[in-house]
């Protein structure tokens, strides 16, 4: 049975940092698409990072590019999103899954998923 528990959302201002962790079981994180995504109140679930499972090249959002950062630590079954200069327009529930296809940023290819973090960015 595969479990993902995510941890590390909350409240910041703008500018500000977060890392999500989300620690899988019953899932090895170098065998798939693993990725993060968030979805806001009234929008679709999108891609936020991402590793390929192709080549374990990543993805960023253009919106997040050089604010966030994934990575994972495949001994500790755990993966990350470094979140940096945190905007108001990042605020959303932020989900981890596992279990992706060829197009790591594309929700409807994942099998597996966590429970989601809310991050709510606001002064």
């Known amino acids: 049975q595969v479990q993902l528990v995510e941890s590390g959302g909350g409240v910041v201002q703008p500018g500000g940092s977060l890392r999500l962790s989300c620690v899988a079981s019953?899932?090895?994180?170098?065998?798939?698409?693993i990725g993060w995504f968030r979805q806001a109140p009234g929008m679709q679930r999108e891609g936020v990072a991402c590793f390929s499972s192709e080549d374990g090249s990543t993805y960023v959002r253009k919106s997040a590019e050089g604010r966030f950062t994934i990575s994972r630590d495949s001994a500790k079954s755990t993966m990350y999103l470094q979140m940096n200069s945190l905007k108001p327009e990042d605020k959303a529930v932020y989900y981890c899954?596992?279990?992706?296809?060829?197009?790591?940023?594309?929700?409807?290819?994942?099998?597996?998923w966590g429970q989601g973090v809310a991050v709510t960015v606001s002064s």
């Open positions: 019953g899932f090895t994180l170098d065998h798939s698409a």
């Open positions: 899954a596992v279990g992706g296809g060829y197009v790591c940023y594309d929700p409807r290819e994942y099998q597996y």
